[in-house]
């Protein structure tokens, strides 16, 4: 039998998770990915548990089964103990541990560095599969096949993967009505520190009136911050991000005045702060696919960050992408099933992280108080019960012929 080809747009965290569930599903497989290196830019991620489920499916991934990865593993044993919400005095709202999560979810989040992610993905495709430096600039899907247009000249597909990001330039080629992006109401701030020598900080994020600040301590020892604060489309951010930080949130509960002086660019390591405002799609796009084509990630459903599921959910769209194109699958009817199983869950995901984020903005003090008397009142079964739909999440349980060694375990009770 031929072996079919997929062509990947863009080499991000979809597209090389996709790249490697195609290829471990027999597939010949072609990552384009614009940028002339792979990076991890964006600081830290944390990846759920619904996430590490996705990547323990097509053979990474710190769960349960012999395909594990064992860098991922290692970055799964070292957890955030503590995880909760506090307000800028320092009050918990909320609190709870990472044995909680593992004991409703069979797994803990875990939080690494992105070009750790990137690299770890990167590192179990076969070689020339990712093309550096060349751009997706065109499709032509003839039915039987696509003619993919690059910056490097054109290549046949029986497939075409649009996992281009944000912005992608397929989404709206595939839906030229389509709306495209709107402001989230938000712009953030994120810096990766070095760890050594702080006392341990737990895992928290805090609520003010309309800003944020949050601190993950990473797997391999350094902290990813992050902050947010109220803006608006026409906003010029002021460009010294460390005088602008420590303005908003230096008076802020410990260890967050340390932590920002540590982002101090007079520091001994200068640390590089990431500043971006929010976007998320104006509406749902209506489908997740067209003929030979399927939208992934950002691309399909790009979301506030409000969640931490924008990423979780490019993972879970990309494995299922790769369990339903069997090498023999018919490649439309393969792509329709993906937007059945796709398109309602990212949608519905992308509402709730959009109404966390309206909750965050509140800034009027009495609004912020009955929030925040609702968020300590709420038992923390409660909490935790409302992300199963999210965290509970299973991937697709029949591999099929060319899936690798790898089993599936059900990790939920
Ligand atoms: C502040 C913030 C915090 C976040 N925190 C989390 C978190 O903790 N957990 C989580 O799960 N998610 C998080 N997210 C969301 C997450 O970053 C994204 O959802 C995720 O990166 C989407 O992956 P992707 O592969 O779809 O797109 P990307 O990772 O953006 O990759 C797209 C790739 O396509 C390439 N590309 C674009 N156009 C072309 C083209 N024409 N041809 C070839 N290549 C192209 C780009 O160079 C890029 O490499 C956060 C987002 C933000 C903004």
């Known amino acids: 039998m031929r072996v079919r080809h997929a062509v990947v747009a863009g080499g991000g965290i979809g597209g090389l998770t996709a790249a490697v569930g195609l290829s471990r599903r027999g597939w010949r497989v072609t990552v384009c990915e614009r940028a002339p290196v792979l990076t991890g830019i964006g600081a830290g991620i944390v990846l759920a548990p619904n996430a590490l489920r996705a990547l323990e499916a097509i053979g990474l991934g710190p769960g349960l089964g012999p395909g594990r990865d064992p860098a991922l593993r290692a970055a799964g044993d070292a957890l955030p103990i503590q995880v909760g919400l506090r307000t800028p005095d320092g009050t918990w709202l909320s609190r709870s541990d990472g044995g909680a999560v593992s004991a409703r979810h069979g797994l803990s989040a875990i939080a690494v560095h992105r070009g750790f992610l990137i690299g770890t993905l990167a590192a179990a495709l076969p070689p020339g599969v990712v093309h550096l430096g060349v751009s997706v600039t065109g499709l032509d899907d003839t039915g039987d096949t696509v003619t993919v247009r690059t910056s490097a000249g054109d290549l046949r597909a029986d497939v075409v993967l649009a996992a281009d990001g944000l912005r992608s330039a397929l989404r709206t080629y595939l839906f030229p009505e389509h709306r495209g992006l709107r402001h989230a109401g938000e712009a953030g701030w994120r810096a990766v520190l ?72 007079s520091a001994p390591d200068p640390v590089g702060i990431l500043h971006h405002d929010f976007h998320e799609l104006a509406e749902p796009v209506p489908r997740m696919h067209a003929g030979r084509v399927a939208l992934l990630g950002d691309a399909a459903h790009a979301m506030t960050p409000n969640l931490g599921q924008g990423g979780c959910q490019a993972i879970e769209d990309a494995v299922v992408a790769a369990h339903l194109l069997t090498p023999a699958a018919d490649v439309p009817t393969a792509l329709a099933a993906y937007t059945r199983a796709r398109h309602r869950r990212t949608t519905r995901i992308s509402r709730r992280s959009r109404r966390i984020g309206e909750l965050a903005r509140l800034s009027h003090p009495l609004a912020v108080s009955a929030r925040n008397l609702a968020v300590r009142a709420t038992p923390r079964a409660l909490s935790l019960r409302a992300l199963d739909t999210i965290l509970g999440w299973q991937p697709p349980s029949t591999p099929g012929p060319g899936t690798g060694p790898h089993r599936l375990k059900r990790l939920m009770p």
């Open 194 to 265: 070095p760890g050594a020598g702080l006392p341990d900080p737990q895992a928290a994020e805090t609520w003010g009136r309309g800003e944020r600040f949050g601190v993950v301590p990473l797997a391999d020892g350094r902290i990813y911050v992050y902050a947010t604060a109220v803006s608006g489309p026409g906003a010029t951010p002021r460009t010294d991000h460390h005088a602008e930080l420590t303005r908003r949130f230096g008076a802020w509960h410990d260890p967050i005045p340390a932590l920002l002086d540590r982002l101090d660019r």
